[in-house]
């Protein structure tokens, strides 16, 4: 489909990104002169600004691919560049680039002056007496730091020595959250999610311009925005970093919920997705924090999240719900610790409710909205994030990806149900864990080791930097194994030495993940504490994840045989004014269905017309579904082979697969039902594999 197109960096810009430009070409102009070249060591920019941060890696970033014509390089699916425009524009302080230099953008909030007692924020997430030194550059005594929550970890610099020690892909996730905004008491413009959204799309764009200065124009920086997965190649062998736009955000196209009342429409929803794809997003979360009109999320634990679900309230009028689990799978444990300063935000009389421990599942699964926007995200190859979604939600994600053969299905920072793992690398979708310490993160990759093992797929992470979630903590400097400086990054090719900016170097032994620029470090560190096996899988990282996106794109669905089939039926249920004949199923309308009588042993008999081979059968079950059937396969009608069956059917949408055969005719066979009721079908489709 036609989208709008972001204009050439050389056309006129809005008033909100002229200023901007005007000041960053000054802060060249008063730094050094521009070489005419920069010689054969290409990745050094001829027009740094002075002063700036130190990038301490020395040596060449690898270009070109393997003799296999995969990429190299680790990816981080999961990060948040911009998020100090988030949140009303005070919750992070500081920026990842300025015009006016690095002075200005590593410079705290107002409110933190002078000693950081009007740190709310910080007070809150961090604990102790909230207080800090606010000065950033040049002296960096206090932020940023693995702990602290509210301060600049993505200046621009900082990504530069991430891509120079190996990275070749980052996700920057637009976020941010009008309740937090409303209730936090700094704010310097509007709540409006969609608004934030914009901004910090086109800043990222501006931050691309601000490092093709230094390059020597459009196009020859190492940050690159990119908005599909073979532009992404053509990055990368470059030897560039490819940035991929996502969103993660609580009420997308405004689609809250207010006392079970949806604010959107599929209108909305169209247009929305038509919008963000336009803006060059490509991957997204339907639902974060707190349940919207679009699905219900995996809960928050401890006080924080007790105060979410006080959010939750004060975005939708209600609290949390939950229901015991039906299967392996459960969100986190709901939030039992009190949060006092959030608690005092709800209105007189009204209390967090108790919950029951044995049930630990969000009563909110994928809405039918959600469910609309999910199949708009398909229908526009976007890749959707199931991180945050409830298991509920989650599970109709796959089922619907799964009918499809979709592999457009992230997890990106250990949000989602482990129990998932499989499904996901089944449909070629990627996951990336969470930047956990050295020796936990290596523990888990091991654990899902043989898993991409047997899918051949590699492993990311997701740093969430300026994300408010925390960071790796310092090891010591007596720790077994410490990361010793200078060390040689992963490909071999280049030299990383501790990192400076200022007055300040950072040890990761004993500052822990304080900023960016220290991934490098840290994946030295999973090495140390891992293996190199690890961090292999890390390098195969960048090729799986443009594996899942380049299928997505590349994804077709399949022609349905059984829409308009011939159908028959062991019954149908009667009713005076609707029909329930078997045809209903193969109808192609959702909202009409084949019923059976109320018995076992039913049947429905598709014929296709023609024999076509058969190798995929779907069914969109009503409440009234099967716990033990069968799909059974024939070419004359007469003589049945049995090609798929299950005594374990758990209802929703259930997808068979097997390997494909000749067939003209598909025949359900139903032995015992899961309820009361018949056996009863939305719809049933056939695809040949």
């Known amino acids: 489909m036609p989208v709008a197109r972001r204009p050439h960096p050389d056309r006129r810009r809005t008033r909100l990104t002229l200023i901007p430009l005007l000041l960053f070409v000054l802060a060249f102009a008063l730094g050094p002169t521009p070489s005419s070249a920069a010689g054969?060591?290409?990745?050094?920019?001829?027009?740094?600004?002075?002063?700036?941060?130190?990038?301490?890696?020395?040596?060449?970033?690898?270009?070109?691919?393997?003799?296999?014509?995969?990429?190299?390089?680790?990816?981080?699916?999961?990060?948040?560049?911009?998020?100090?425009?988030?949140?009303?524009?005070?919750?992070?302080?500081?920026?990842?680039?300025?015009?006016?230099?690095?002075?200005?953008?590593?410079?705290?909030?107002?409110?933190?002056?002078?000693?950081?007692?009007?740190?709310?924020?910080?007070?809150?997430?961090?604990?102790?007496?909230?207080?800090?030194?606010?000065?950033?550059?040049?002296?960096?005594?206090?932020?940023?730091?693995?702990?602290?929550?509210?301060?600049?970890?993505?200046?621009?610099?900082w990504v530069?020595?991430?891509?120079?020690?190996?990275?070749?892909?980052?996700?920057?996730?637009?976020?941010?959250?009008?309740?937090?905004?409303?209730?936090?008491?700094?704010?310097?413009?509007?709540?409006?999610?969609?608004?934030?959204?914009?901004?910090?799309?086109?800043?990222?764009?501006?931050?691309?311009?601000?490092?093709?200065?230094?390059?020597?124009?459009?196009?020859?920086?190492?940050?690159?925005?990119?908005?599909?997965?073979?532009?992404?190649?053509?990055?990368?062998?470059?030897?560039?970093?490819?940035?991929?736009?996502?969103?993660?955000?609580?009420?997308?196209?405004?689609?809250?919920?207010?006392?079970?009342?949806?604010?959107?429409?599929?209108?909305?929803?169209?247009?929305?997705?038509?919008?963000?794809?336009?803006?060059?997003?490509?991957?997204?979360?339907?639902?974060?924090?707190?349940?919207?009109?679009?699905?219900?999320?995996?809960?928050?634990?401890?006080?924080?999240?007790?105060?979410?679900?006080?959010?939750?309230?004060?975005?939708?009028?209600?609290?949390?719900?939950?229901?015991?689990?039906?299967?392996?799978?459960?969100?986190?444990?709901?939030?039992?610790?009190?949060?006092?300063?959030?608690?005092?935000?709800?209105?007189?009389?009204?209390?967090?409710?108790?919950?029951?421990?044995?049930?630990?599942?969000?009563?909110?699964?994928?809405?039918?909205?959600?469910?609309?926007?999910?199949?708009?995200?398909?229908?526009?190859?976007?890749?959707?994030?199931?991180?945050?979604?409830?298991?509920?939600?989650?599970?109709?994600?796959?089922?619907?990806?799964e009918a499809e053969s979709y592999p457009g299905v992230l997890s990106s920072h250990s949000w989602m149900d482990l129990n998932w793992t499989e499904r996901v690398y089944g449909l070629g979708g990627f996951i990336a864990q969470y930047m956990n310490g050295s020796e936990a993160f290596s523990a888990e990759a091991e654990r899902t080791d043989a898993l991409r093992e047997k899918y051949g797929v590699g492993y990311g992470y997701g740093t969430d930097m300026n994300g408010v979630g925390g960071w790796p903590a310092p090891r010591g400097a007596d720790t077994p194994h410490p990361v010793r400086y200078p060390f040689t990054s992963t490909d071999g090719g280049s030299v990383i030495d501790r990192q400076t900016t200022g007055q300040r170097t950072w040890d990761l032994n004993t500052d822990g993940a304080a900023h960016y620029g220290l991934v490098p470090d840290w994946i030295e560190d999973i090495r140390l504490t891992g293996g190199q096996d690890v961090v292999d899988d890390l390098f195969r990282g960048a090729e799986s994840y443009l594996g899942t996106w380049g299928a997505t794109e590349s994804h077709a669905s399949g022609t349905d045989l059984a829409r308009g089939a011939a159908a028959t039926a062991s019954s149908a249920e009667w009713h005076p004014f609707t029909s329930y004949a078997p045809g209903r199923a193969v109808d192609g309308d959702p909202g009409t269905r084949w019923a059976s009588d109320w018995s076992d042993d039913q049947w429905l008999r598709l014929d296709l017309g023609a024999t076509h081979r058969v190798g995929r059968v779907t069914l969109d079950w009503e409440r009234a579904y099967g716990r033990a059937y069968r799909v059974e396969l024939s070419t004359d009608g007469q003589r049945w082979t049995t090609a798929w069956s299950t005594t374990a059917g758990d209802g929703g949408l259930d997808t068979a697969r097997f390997d494909a055969v000749p067939a003209r005719y598909v025949r359900l066979q139903f032995q015992d039902r899961a309820t009361d009721w018949g056996y009863s079908l939305y719809g049933v489709t056939v695809h040949s594999g």
């Open 40 to 157: 054969d060591d290409w990745w050094n920019p001829a027009a740094r600004p002075a002063p700036d941060s130190a990038i301490n890696v020395t040596g060449a970033p690898f270009t070109g691919t393997t003799a296999d014509g995969e990429v190299r390089g680790f990816v981080d699916a999961h990060n948040h560049l911009m998020s100090n425009e988030a949140f009303g524009g005070r919750l992070i302080c500081g920026k990842p680039f300025s015009g006016a230099g690095i002075a200005d953008a590593l410079k705290d909030c107002p409110e933190h002056y002078p000693d950081g007692s009007l740190a709310l924020f910080d007070f809150i997430t961090k604990g102790g007496d909230g207080k800090h030194d606010p000065d950033g550059w040049p002296t960096f005594a206090d932020w940023p730091a693995y702990d602290s929550l509210t301060h600049q970890q993505n200046y621009y610099a």
């Open 160 to 401: 530069e020595r991430a891509w120079r020690g190996g990275q070749r892909v980052m996700v920057n996730d637009l976020v941010t959250n009008g309740v937090i905004c409303s209730v936090y008491f700094f704010k310097d413009r509007s709540c409006d999610e969609m608004t934030s959204i914009r901004l910090q799309a086109q800043l990222t764009y501006d931050l691309q311009d601000f490092v093709d200065y230094m390059y020597g124009g459009p196009g020859k920086g190492w940050f690159r925005i990119v908005t599909d997965s073979a532009q992404a190649r053509q990055v990368i062998e470059q030897g560039k970093l490819a940035v991929i736009l996502g969103v993660e955000t609580s009420e997308p196209f405004g689609c809250k919920m207010i006392l079970d009342v949806p604010q959107c429409s599929k209108e909305d929803i169209d247009k929305g997705l038509d919008e963000l794809y336009g803006l060059g997003v490509r991957s997204m979360f339907l639902c974060h924090k707190f349940d919207n009109a679009l699905c219900g999320v995996r809960f928050d634990e401890g006080a924080l999240g007790t105060a979410i679900n006080v959010g939750q309230f004060l975005s939708t009028g209600t609290f949390w719900r939950t229901e015991k689990c039906a299967g392996a799978q459960h969100d986190n444990p709901i939030g039992l610790t009190a949060a006092p300063a959030a608690e005092d935000e709800l209105p007189a009389g009204v209390e967090v409710p108790a919950y029951d421990e044995n049930a630990q599942c969000n009563v909110r699964g994928l809405t039918a909205l959600g469910e609309y926007a999910v199949r708009g995200m398909m229908d526009r190859k976007m890749m959707l994030e199931v991180d945050h979604m409830s298991v509920k939600a989650t599970g109709r994600v796959l089922d619907l990806f």
